[in-house]
């Protein structure tokens, strides 16, 4: 390849990097004006308990919240830097979707995908908003971290096979992504199934791989082992999160029909209809990649499906089968058709950026209502505030306070001194009152 050729290659992967990064800010940067939202400050509270390099003991303690150890202390250092601003923490949010999205368009480097599939599986996932919450929702930046993570493991794991097996600062790299994703969420347990992905795609197998694969192993098994050795002070053990009881067929099932509605399922009519043959290997992967992101999060107990910034990870599975079909009927037989494919392309975005400006957005905004309104009230009382409805849980009232205004609720040694309560009551909140 000459260098001029060469330039103009590398100037394309840019533009088009530039063009999933746009998508991105296109789609979510209206939700960049949102205020926090209730268990926003659940993630700022812990964060300043064990973000500190001095906590960190404490946090390798908790058999839960070591499993998120990365969210934490990015939510610290992000306090420590740019103070209790909302707009840095979704600054952190939408640039860790934006690179998230990249990775999407780097899958193209496994034979199975190819780069023109990966580049519209990655645009699709730039937009979609199945998996909003996981973007939008500081509290779930958990979600983010972990496919930040599992997504470089398996770009160093495809690197290190592609090297022959020879290249092993790879391998360390993949070993190490995977380590940080296991501190990010309990579902990076799934990386050992999207491993097989990797194999298949590279058409890699022996003997040496399968001793390659014995460390990952290890630590996905003691990591598990750890969590199941403490159920008796992990709080989903013990709260009804999750339960190994569950239907968890039922979940995965209801879960992966809601994922594919609808574009997912007219992307798989296409393929079907159109080029079955030529995408039989990709829908068995994305049905594979699908199902393998969702068991982790099928045993959870208090929802007949998975919530939507769960879907994230599976969303991949979802943007290769919306390409394909796509990349299915961009021919259409008559020559006046030929507009249709760039008229689906601009339905596709009109439907999912309209749908996170309008209802989403609007959801949003009355999530984090009750607590805005909370903040509000007790900035302009000059006596304690006491919540009598409020429809989150009571702590989170009292961290919500105690974050942004640096003041307590009402509690007993004021009752104790008899001082009078402002009385603070969602919906119905005016001026503060006493009782």
């Not at 700022?44 to 058999?63: E, F, K, M, Q, V």
């Not at 480097?109 to 580049?119: C, D, E, K, N």
């Not at 380590?179 to 990010?184: D, E, F, N, V």
């Not at 190994?244 to 009519?269: D, E, I, K, M, V």
Request: proline letters at 5%; a positive charge; hydrophobic letters at 50%.
């Amino acid at each position: 390849m000459s260098e001029k050729s060469s330039a103009g290659c590398k100037l394309g992967r840019w533009l088009v990097l530039a063009a999933l990064a746009g998508l991105c800010l296109l789609a979510y940067s209206r939700s960049l004006s949102l205020p926090f939202i209730s268990d926003d400050y659940v993630q700022i509270h812990l964060a300043r308990d064990y973000g500190p390099l001095s906590h960190w003991p404490r946090l390798a303690a908790d058999a839960l919240y070591r499993c998120r150890a990365t969210s934490l202390i990015l939510t610290y250092w992000t306090e420590q830097v740019f103070g209790l601003h909302p707009l840095p923490y979704r600054l952190s949010s939408l640039l860790l979707h934006i690179l998230n999205t990249w990775l999407v368009y780097w899958l193209g480097a496994w034979r199975l995908i190819g780069f023109r599939l990966s580049l519209l599986a990655a645009a699709f996932f730039a937009v979609h908003e199945g998996h909003q919450e996981a973007v939008i929702w500081y509290a779930a930046l958990p979600e983010l971290l972990v496919f930040f993570f599992l997504m470089l493991s398996l770009a160093a794991w495809q690197r290190w096979i592609g090297s022959g097996m020879r290249a092993w600062r790879w391998y360390a790299g993949s070993l190490a992504c995977f380590a940080l994703a296991l501190l990010s969420k309990e579902s990076a347990v799934a990386w050992l199934g999207l491993q097989v992905l990797v194999l298949l795609g590279e058409r890699a197998f022996g003997r040496k791989l399968v001793l390659a694969l014995v460390p990952f192993a290890v630590l996905a098994a003691g990591y598990t082992l750890a969590a199941f050795a403490e159920r008796s002070v992990h709080l989903h053990f013990n709260d009804g999160t999750f339960s190994l009881q569950a239907p968890f067929w039922c979940t995965l099932a209801n879960s992966t029909r809601r994922l594919l509605w609808f574009w997912g399922f007219l992307g798989l009519l296409a393929i079907l209809l159109r080029q079955v043959r030529r995408w039989r290997f990709l829908l068995g992967a994305a049905a594979l990649w699908i199902g393998v992101s969702f068991l982790p999060y099928s045993f959870l107990t208090y929802m007949p499906h998975v919530p939507s910034r769960h879907t994230y990870l599976a969303s991949v599975g979802l943007g290769w089968l919306v390409g394909a079909g796509y990349l299915a009927v961009r021919r259409p037989l008559k020559s006046w058709r030929r507009w249709a494919p760039t008229a689906l392309a601009a339905l596709i975005l009109a439907h999912n950026c309209l749908y996170l400006w309008t209802r989403k957005q609007r959801q949003f905004w009355e999530r984090a209502a009750p607590t805005e309104a909370l903040v509000e009230f007790a900035s302009r009382s000059q006596r304690p505030v006491k919540v009598e409805c409020f429809p989150y849980s009571p702590i989170l009232a009292e961290w919500a306070v105690q974050l942004r205004l640096n003041r307590n609720l009402y509690g007993p040694q004021d009752a104790q001194q008899g001082i009078e309560p402002a009385v603070f009551c969602w919906p119905d909140v005016g001026v503060p009152r006493s009782r």
